[in-house]
């Protein structure tokens, strides 16, 4: 027996009706069924602000050191920006930020040879600012509530990383002391006050 549809005149017209076993169900599913997410097949690869160059001077806009003036060291993959203030200037270790939270002034640093290139490659690597698991580990009920061996202790930076940061801060140093004002320019803290435009401002 034929399944095809069947073609039928209708006063002027035709009218093609379907075969019963092509007829739609009269019965559909309580739920409908899971689709796959969609996804971008590729990422885009990260293209930094013009202003965002080796040496620049920018003004953090949040986390733990913001208002703080640092100095941008490299720009990173996806975004990430590499920065340090010098510590010995204004606190500001060698850190990852956002480049959506910075404001770039026009100040820069010359940077040609004042950086240990060793150094820079190695703090560039995500690994190097994992945290450790084992020390963040809370599994008792008091290291929880701040009690117990724990509790007391502090979080003590490496020795490795202390001697990147003098490696770092060193060259950093050189290179400021040659401009008049500039240390203290860092070591000042960015803030608002009342009647100011940020808007109308030029950093």
């Known amino acids: 027996m034929s399944t095809e549809p069947q073609t039928k005149k209708f006063q002027k017209g035709e009218r093609t009706i379907p075969h019963a076993s092509q007829k739609a169900s009269k019965y559909y599913p309580a739920e409908d069924e899971a689709q796959p997410k969609k996804s971008r097949k590729a990422l885009r690869p990260y293209k930094p602000r013009p202003s965002l160059t080796p040496g620049k001077v920018l003004i953090l806009l949040a986390g733990r050191f913001r208002g703080k003036r640092v100095v941008l060291l490299k720009t ?3 975004g990430v920006l590499l920065v340090t203030g010098p510590f010995k200037i204004n606190g500001v270790p060698l850190r990852r ?3 959506r939270y910075v404001i770039a002034t026009k100040t820069t640093i010359p940077l040609d040879g004042a950086l240990d290139e060793s150094v820079m490659e190695k703090v560039s690597k995500p690994e190097y600012f994992a945290r450790d698991k084992k020390a963040d580990k809370k599994g008792s009920e008091e290291a929880f509530f701040g009690q117990g061996e724990g509790a007391k202790e502090k979080k003590q930076v490496s020795g490795e990383r202390s001697g990147d940061q003098k ?3 060193e060259g950093l ?3 400021i002391k040659k401009e008049a004002m500039l240390q203290e320019y860092l070591k000042s ?4 006050r009342k009647g100011d435009r940020p808007h109308e401002m030029v950093f």
């Open 97 to 99: 930020v956002n480049a």
């Open 189 to 192: 803290q960015f803030s608002l």
């Open 167 to 169: 490696k770092v801060d």
């Open 76 to 78: 990173l993959d996806q």
């Open 173 to 175: 140093l050189k290179a």
